[in-house]
């Protein structure tokens, strides 16, 4: 696992120095990725995956469809020694405006929205460790809705790093770092 995780981190420092040309995002193009999420609750990086594929050319950008799926839980402990359990499960619809037209193209901003549903697990581990299945009305399955923005940095033609950051309901606020492949 340290072999695979050191040749990628190689890979991606030795295409961040290559001289070649650096495409921006056009229509037809996919993005496929994933990224460590970081939320205020919990110690526990959020998991995601994102594809996006490109529309069509609007303006200065292009107008990008996807979908995205997060995976996050955390527990913590009450006074008592009771404890509490939340795995949260995330599958949505993403639309995005890319700004592609800034500079060389390697640094290309986006704002967006995101619809989907999110699915709460809660729970409840009482003082003689019985798991009990408690609703916790601070977390609700349902309806999820996001807006995010962000930016993409292009190591390569082909290889991006991005960053974003997204606020909605279900008080899932978070910052995301990963990497995309375009192809």
């Known amino acids: 696992m340290l072999r695979r995780t050191l040749f990628v981190i190689a890979a991606i420092c030795a295409l961040s120095f290559s001289d070649s040309v650096y495409s921006q995002l056009?229509?037809?193009d996919?993005?496929?990725g994933g990224s460590l999420g970081f939320w205020a609750k919990g110690e526990t990086p959020m998991f995601g995956v994102n594809?996006?594929?490109?529309i069509t050319q609007a303006g200065i950008g292009t107008v990008g469809l996807g979908g995205l799926f997060r995976f996050y839980q955390y527990s913590f402990a009450y006074g008592n020694g009771d404890s509490r359990s939340?795995?949260?499960s995330s599958i949505g619809f993403q639309g995005n405006y890319n700004f592609n037209q800034i500079g060389d193209g390697k640094f290309v901003p986006f704002i967006g929205a995101v619809i989907g549903y999110n699915y709460v697990?809660?729970?409840y581990t009482d003082v003689t460790r019985n798991g009990v299945y408690i609703s916790d009305i601070s977390y609700r399955s349902g309806a999820w809705i996001w807006g995010q923005t962000g930016?993409?940095?292009f190591f390569s033609p082909t290889v991006a790093g991005n960053a974003r950051v997204g606020f909605g309901n279900?008080?899932?606020n978070t910052l995301e770092l990963g990497i995309d492949f375009k192809f």
């Open 86 to 88: 939340y795995s949260f």
């Open 30 to 32: 996919n993005m496929l």
């Open 170 to 172: 279900h008080d899932f």
């Open 26 to 28: 056009k229509e037809k």
């Open 151 to 153: 930016f993409r940095y």
């Open 121 to 123: 697990n809660t729970t």
């Open 51 to 54: 594809f996006e594929s490109q």
